[in-house]
């Protein structure tokens, strides 16, 4: 169409030569024309749908970031509320743990002095006892420690001399 117009055109005759380095006529704005439609052509059936490709494209990670940006900060935000809580259970369980140890070294050392007092009575009871058993069983030693010096006196002493030795009870 254009282009065939543009080829059937008369070329300059020989006998024409002018000092022009071209020679113009009707073809070059009639090419300029095809560049212009062809351009707009071109920019409406190729690069517009391209270029809005490329814009939908860049705006949809435009949004992708600042979307992403949110939840990273949103995370963050909630990591650090989780770490503390985690530090608030840690020194709460730390806390109870020392009030336990602190409540069972009481009642071990509480059990520790109702043994001790315990033991002590027990043992004052024993000592007191044994010591009333000691001081009979002396008495009873005693008292038959002085039969046995009566007995033994009597048998070796009616012979010799009749003193009598005085006895205690």
Same mark, same amino acid.
Not at 79 to 84: E, P, T, V, W
Not at 117 to 141: G, P, R, V, W, Y
């Given at each position: 169409?254009?282009?065939?117009?543009?080829?059937?055109?008369?070329? +300059?005759? *020989?006998?024409?030569?002018?000092? =022009?380095?071209?020679?113009?006529? *009707?073809?070059?704005?009639?090419?300029?024309? @095809?560049?212009?439609?062809?351009?707009?052509?071109?920019?409406?059936?190729?690069?517009? +749908?391209?270029?809005?490709?490329?814009?939908?494209?860049?705006?949809?990670?435009?949004?992708?970031?600042? =979307?992403?940006?949110?939840?990273?900060?949103?995370?963050?935000?909630?990591?650090?509320?989780? @770490?503390?809580?985690?530090?608030?259970?840690?020194?709460?369980? =730390?806390?109870?743990?020392?009030?336990?140890?602190?409540?069972?070294?009481?009642?071990?050392?509480?059990?520790?002095?109702? *043994? @001790?007092?315990?033991?002590?009575?027990?043992?004052?009871?024993?000592?007191?006892?044994?010591?009333?058993?000691?001081?009979?069983?002396?008495?009873?030693?005693?008292?038959?420690?002085?039969?046995? *010096?009566?007995?033994?006196?009597?048998?070796?002493?009616?012979?010799?001399? +009749?003193?009598?030795?005085?006895?205690?009870?």
């Amino acid at each position: 169409m254009l282009f065939t117009s543009i080829y059937r055109t008369k070329k +300059p005759r *020989a006998e024409k030569i002018s000092s =022009h380095l071209f020679y113009f006529n *009707a073809t070059l704005p009639i090419v300029a024309i @095809q560049v212009l439609v062809l351009m707009s052509i071109l920019n409406k059936v190729f690069y517009k +749908p391209v270029k809005e490709a490329l814009q939908n494209r860049k705006l949809t990670l435009h949004k992708t970031q600042l =979307h992403i940006s949110e939840l990273m900060s949103q995370a963050n935000y909630i990591s650090k509320q989780n @770490q503390q809580q985690l530090n608030n259970k840690k020194r709460e369980a =730390h806390q109870k743990e020392n009030t336990a140890q602190e409540r069972i070294k009481q009642r071990v050392s509480n059990e520790v002095k109702k *043994a @001790q007092t315990k033991i002590e009575q027990f043992l004052k009871s024993h000592k007191a006892n044994l010591l009333l058993e000691k001081d009979k069983n002396l008495q009873l030693l005693n008292a038959e420690a002085n039969n046995l *010096a009566i007995n033994v006196e009597e048998k070796l002493l009616p012979m010799t001399n +009749p003193i009598k030795i005085p006895r205690t009870p």
